[in-house]
């Protein structure tokens, strides 16, 4: 005899929703998720080496704050990697691709670069060679870069659409603890390296903190040596040169506006300032904590630990709810979040030296940036068509970066003319018209 239904609302409808849940959360242990948690790592850790531990090093060696603005187009190597996308999506490396296949030779021909990179940081000495600590940064942003091309071809090719959210949760898991040894690990090991009884700038802490930084790249050379080449669809034999163009550079972008339409720019829209409000306000981040008086272990501990871990609690709910509620809903919760946690570093400016109130800041500002970027990858990744999947997220990330950073470029001109207080409210009211533009890009749905 079938069993009469049950009332909605006993408790057997508890377990059902608890069981919904921890299968939710399971995917996060398949080896998938893991390989993407260490390869997250390796392109997370040369972010900040770049950017935000580096502009913490310049203004400790008494660096301008226009100058470290101006140095931060060097992350604009993130916004053109769409331009040489093609090649890491089609191009062999001669002997490494028959070896490791397509994928994992550009990864970790891009991965050796950085190290090269982060060891020549290493040597340069900001107050006497600023222009060749500035050549070896634009090597690394370009090698990351470049890795960030093929390990997002990586992702998309290892599983199915469905699971990119959880996918992108956890190498937003393995980019946040790459952040936390890239820029607290960078500030502990140079404070660990300052000669004792010495006032000022030290440039051999920072010479051993970036030397550590280098070697620990052989996370995600160890990984892309040891994971498995996702299957793809072989490519079509080269009739010409020409036709090679059309079929790698052309294809990829005039695939993307034939399946959206007139969608395509209210997509592109949002893809290019949905981040403008942390990009542009965490240039400036760095430099602000140096002239809030707050010394490097205080830094470390709070905004590269602590915050970090916020940052991965964000991630990891982000994920989960956008696999239970759908991306376009978190994604407007993240939009909303982080735009109104930049105001609450407009409050701590005013409010002075405190390590209670940078800790409550930090907490809502990194819980609420994982939540956002979790959301962001899974929604970027379900524009991606599979065929082009290096060129087309190479696209979306890059247009992502290109006016944020750009516009960070001159953060610090406007925080020596205004102060800090009114430059993080104006990063937050940047953040209002994204609201717009995700309510607009949640009326359509992806087409394949």
Not at 38 to 54: I, M, R, S
Not at 64 to 89: M, Q
Not at 192 to 205: D, F, I, V
Request: proline share 6%; with cysteine.
């Amino acid at each position: 005899m079938t069993p009469p239904m049950r009332p909605p609302g006993t408790p057997h409808a508890v377990p059902s929703r608890t069981a919904a849940w921890l299968a939710a959360l399971k995917v996060y242990g398949q080896p998938e998720s893991l390989r993407l948690l260490a390869l997250g790592f390796a392109a997370g850790l040369p972010l900040l080496l770049v950017l935000g531990t580096l502009s913490f090093r310049l203004r400790e060696a008494g660096i301008d704050r226009a100058t470290i603005g101006y140095l931060s187009w060097v992350g604009l190597a993130y916004g053109f990697k769409w331009v040489w996308a093609p090649l890491v999506d089609r191009l062999p490396l001669p002997g490494l691709t028959r070896w490791l296949g397509r994928r994992r030779s550009w990864l970790l021909a891009s991965q050796l670069a950085v190290m090269a990179g982060l060891a020549g940081m290493a040597l340069a000495d900001p107050r006497t060679s600023l222009a060749a600590i500035t050549g070896w940064a634009l090597l690394v942003a370009f090698a990351s870069a470049t890795q960030d091309i093929a390990l997002d071809a990586y992702r998309i090719e290892s599983a199915p659409a469905e699971q990119q959210p959880a996918l992108a949760a956890s190498y937003q898991m393995g980019y946040r603890l790459a952040m936390i040894w890239a820029g607290a690990g960078v500030l502990w090991l140079a404070a660990r390296g300052e000669a004792a009884g010495l006032a000022g700038y030290q440039n051999g802490g920072w010479r051993l903190a970036y030397g550590v930084m280098a070697a620990s790249m052989l996370v995600g050379v160890f990984t892309a040596l040891r994971a498995p080449e996702p299957q793809r669809t072989p490519l079509p034999p080269v009739r010409s040169l020409g036709a090679w163009l059309q079929d790698a550079v052309v294809a990829p972008f005039t695939d993307f506006f034939r399946r959206h339409g007139w969608h395509a720019a209210l997509i592109l829209a949002l893809i290019a300032i949905y981040r403008i409000s942390d990009v542009v306000m965490g240039i400036m981040a760095n430099p602000f904590y140096v002239d809030m008086g707050y010394t490097k272990d205080e830094v470390a501990a709070v905004t590269k630990v602590y915050g970090v871990a916020m940052t991965l609690a964000g991630a990891f709910v982000g994920g989960s709810l956008a696999l239970r509620f759908g991306v376009m809903r978190i994604l407007m919760l993240g939009a909303a979040l982080s735009a109104c946690t930049n105001l609450l570093f407009a409050w701590l400016a005013g409010h002075g030296h405190s390590l209670p109130a940078l800790i409550a800041v930090v907490s809502a500002d990194n819980l609420a940036s994982g939540l956002a970027s979790a959301a962001f990858v899974g929604y970027l990744s379900s524009l991606t068509n599979v065929r082009y999947s290096a060129t087309q997220y190479a696209l979306f990330s890059s247009l992502m970066l290109m006016l944020p950073k750009f516009m960070a470029g001159f953060s610090g001109r406007y925080v020596d003319a205004f102060g800090y207080a009114s430059f993080f409210t104006s990063t937050a009211l940047l953040g209002v018209p994204v609201l717009a533009l995700v309510w607009a890009a949640s009326r359509i749905g992806p087409r394949r």
